[in-house]
């Protein structure tokens, strides 16, 4: 039996997986807010961890990863907030800055509890999302002092610090909020209730 010239076919080369994703304008959209709310977390744990660790008043310094994932989560409403604060305290824990294991779980408690109650009760603008942030993060520093003070690592005479510390993370909440607020507004659809 005599072969046929075209009998033998080599297979197709298969390309990536990449090749053959197909992803909406909508679908972009989402991703690309995603990534630049994480780049907005990644500088501002370079900007705590490297230049604001080294600045003390009283004692104090800010505590801005938290801060930031917590106005992050008023921005974005409480569907996508539940989501984005398991995943920036985890995020903030496993950089090796986090205050311990307590810190994913109050984070990610305090913001679901917060986003369902501004969600809830008050409109999405400006002054509820200062308001709301700042109770919780406030709330968020209180809770990690009493875990420490708990666990020992702590004396409960460093209340006072840890009151300032509260106190001056407080500062960083009206410099994000013009930041969190324009990546939530990319693509014209937002978290607005």
């Known amino acids: 039996m005599a072969k046929k010239k075209y009998q033998f076919k080599p297979d197709k080369l298969t390309s990536s997986i990449l090749d053959k994703l197909y992803m909406t304008r909508q679908m972009r959209i ?14 501002v744990s370079l900007l705590q961890d490297v230049i604001l660790c080294h600045m003390s008043i009283f004692g104090a310094t800010t505590d801005l990863v938290p801060c930031a994932i917590i106005l992050i989560c008023m921005v974005l409403g409480t569907e996508r907030s539940c989501i984005f604060a398991l995943i920036g305290s985890a995020m903030y824990q496993f950089s090796g800055t986090g205050p311990g294991y307590q810190a994913v779980a109050t984070i990610t408690i305090l ?10 009760y008050l409109r999405r603008d400006f002054f509820s999302c200062l308001l709301c942030a700042s109770v919780l993060t406030f709330a968020y520093e209180m809770i990690i002092f009493f875990f420490a003070v708990f666990l020992g690592q702590t004396h409960f005479s460093r209340v006072l610090v840890a009151v300032f510390t509260g106190v001056l993370t407080l500062i960083a909440i009206p410099i994000f909020y013009p930041i969190a607020n324009a990546i939530d507004k990319i693509g014209g659809e937002s978290g607005r209730d």
Request: charged share 10%.
């Open 30 to 43: 989402k991703l690309l807010k995603w990534v630049l709310f994480s780049l907005m977390l990644l500088v």
């Open 111 to 120: 913001c679901i509890l917060g986003a369902m109650f501004r969600q809830t």
